[in-house]
């Protein structure tokens, strides 16, 4: 087996194939440093401990993560709070930042006898549609370098080799949402003791819980402005003014660690599979990060592979990866319905199709809060989407 990218799908997989027997290899275009360090997600789903549980990886996330089972929503008609995690499955997020995980993971893969290439890039994948696949890449001193194997997973992202490798009559569905956040991770105790979601008429702001000293914070930011555009001073004042600091308390302020633009698009593959060649994780699909699922369904791509792969290497039974595409779309698919909800109820017409200050988008959106504010059948349906994948 070889495996390319070494985050949350890659390593999952490399551990559950490991851990089954099967000889893989992970190749890795960072080095170790920057895969372990990199700030990314945090916010892992009750499905993702399950897993992580199940094959002894989750040490890590018991000992430091935090549980987490609150939104605070503060908008024009007031704040409320729904424990989403009193709710559906009766358990929320733990919070445990992804390089942490990643760290783990790693040290497990390698504790099992996993090898792995870092500063390793694969540049092509070929032969997918045959029984010996391959995968060139350029090693650390330059050289190319061929590796072959009797499949192939794609868990290098949405820029990576494993799609670029793609036959052209792949369907590659893509989506903007016509917003963007700046995200920034802050040197501060977090401000809330839940997920906040502001909406305001100047826009979106979100503040989420990262360690007891790091926070990440989003400002809706207009497109095309740096993000170094403004002061740690006027984006804390901006933070404090679309949180209605001055109604429910001011936000702790610390310097910025990081700054970063994305723009909330999101995009599906169909299918997930060519011949020996599987995608998973933002290989397979991206989505925008208003609901936080990215890893999680990572996680979970790569433990339905990991099954499937198994059942091909150890008992010749195909079934497993002849039916992983439709299995993996139908989550992938109902994942970016709730993140599409979620962008559409926390942004003024994000899709663009009419203007931001249209009065039939803001009526819709306050009656969204409003149903999500005092109807319990609805608050079921948030808690069992947003924690769900
Ligand atoms: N060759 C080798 N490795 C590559 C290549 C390449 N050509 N291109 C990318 N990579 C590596 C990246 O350096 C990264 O370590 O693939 C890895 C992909 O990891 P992630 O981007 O974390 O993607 P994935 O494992 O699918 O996890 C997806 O986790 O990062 C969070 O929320 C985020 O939705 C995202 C989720």
New binding site residues.
């Given amino acids: 087996m070889v495996i390319?990218?070494?985050?949350?799908?890659?390593?999952?997989l490399g551990n559950l194939l490991l851990a089954a027997g099967i000889d893989c290899v992970i190749?890795?275009?960072?080095s170790r440093s920057?895969?372990q360090t990199?700030p990314?997600?945090g916010f892992l789903a009750p499905h993702t401990a399950r897993i992580l549980d199940r094959h002894g990886l989750a040490d890590g996330l018991h000992r430091h993560g935090r549980r987490h089972g609150a939104c605070e929503f503060r908008t024009p008609e007031g704040r409320f709070r729904l424990d989403y995690g009193a709710l559906g499955e009766g358990v929320g997020h733990h919070v445990y930042p992804?390089q942490n995980l990643?760290t783990d993971l790693l040290r497990h893969y390698l504790d099992r006898g996993g090898r792995i290439r870092f500063d390793?890039?694969?540049?092509a994948v070929h032969d997918a549609d045959g029984t010996r696949p391959s995968v060139t890449?350029r090693g650390p001193d330059g050289r190319p370098t061929r590796w072959t194997a009797r499949y192939v997973a794609g868990?290098?992202?949405?820029?990576?080799?494993?799609r670029?490798s793609l036959p052209p009559d792949t369907v590659r569905h893509h989506h903007d949402h016509g917003v963007t956040w700046l995200g920034l991770l802050a040197e501060a105790p977090p401000s809330l003791d839940a997920v906040g979601y502001a909406l305001h008429d100047r826009g979106f702001a979100g503040h989420m819980a990262r360690t007891p000293d790091v926070t990440r914070y989003y400002l809706q930011w207009q497109r095309g402005t740096a993000a170094d555009a403004w002061s740690e001073q006027r984006i804390w004042d901006e933070l404090d003014l679309r949180m209605r600091a001055a109604d429910h308390g001011p936000l702790h302020r610390g310097a910025f660690l990081e700054r970063g633009l994305v723009d909330l698009a999101c995009d599906v593959i169909e299918p997930l599979r060519h011949g020996s060649l599987f995608l998973?994780?933002?290989?397979?699909s991206?989505?925008a990060?208003a609901a936080?699922?990215?890893?999680n369904?990572?996680?979970l791509?790569?433990g339905i592979l990991a099954s499937a792969l198994t059942d091909a290497l150890t008992r010749g039974d195909t079934a497993g990866l002849d039916a992983y595409s439709d299995r993996c779309l139908t989550h992938i698919w109902k994942a970016q319905e709730f993140t599409g909800w979620m962008t559409r109820l926390l942004h003024a017409a994000p899709d663009g199709d009419e203007p931001a200050g249209s009065f039939f988008q803001a009526a819709l959106r306050r009656s969204r809060i409003a149903s999500l504010r005092t109807s319990r059948v609805h608050q079921e349906w948030f808690a069992d989407n947003y924690v769900g994948v």
């Fill in positions: 390319l990218g070494a985050g949350p799908a890659g390593l999952v190749l890795e275009r960072s920057h895969v990199r990314r997600a992804q990643v390793t890039e694969a540049l890449t868990c290098d992202g949405r820029h990576g080799a494993a670029r998973a994780g933002d290989a397979a991206l989505l990060p936080a699922k990215g890893a369904l990572a996680v791509e790569a």
